[in-house]
Nanobody, 129 residues
Framework: VQLVESGGGSVQVGGSLRLSCVAS????????IGWFRQAPGKEREGVSC???????FYADSVKGRFVISTDMEKNTVHLQMHSLKPEDAANYHC????????????????????????WGAGTLVTVSS
């Protein structure tokens, strides 16, 4: 399994970025895919994930601002981020899990980040005021 992220960069507060992750070595039909982030000195945080059937889950901190989507023809998952805040600055990693995700957003993201089968090196997002 290989996951390669791109799209990170430096934006001002209120700006937007679109992250992409090209995945290979597994089927989107067999695993949920999503994003977690980690800032220096902080714990890893699940941001968003999406199941093979299209159910999407979001962290409370990004609901209404971030949208996850998949392009199965290109084996790619995107994270569209709007209204970026300084606290969104982090290294964003793409990851997969073979666990079934359901329930509340918070529960699904906890399962996602606890049982990740693979993840990429990440793409850095910085937000300046």
């Amino acid at each position: 399994v290989q996951l390669v992220e791109s799209g990170g960069g430096s934006v001002q507060v209120g700006g937007s970025l679109r992250l992409s992750c090209v995945a290979s070595g597994f089927s989107f039909a067999d695993a949920a895919i999503g994003w977690f982030r980690q800032a220096p000195g902080k714990e890893r945080e699940g941001v968003s994930c999406i199941t093979p059937t299209g159910d999407a889950f979001y962290a409370d901190s990004v609901k209404g601002r971030f949208v996850i989507s998949t392009d199965m023809e290109k084996n790619t998952v995107h994270l569209q981020m709007h209204s970026l805040k300084p606290e969104d600055a982090a290294n964003y990693h793409c990851a997969i899990t073979s666990k079934r995700l359901a329930g509340t957003d918070r529960y699904a993201l906890r399962v996602f980040t606890t049982y990740m089968n693979a993840w990429g090196a990440g793409t850095l997002v910085t937000v300046s005021s």
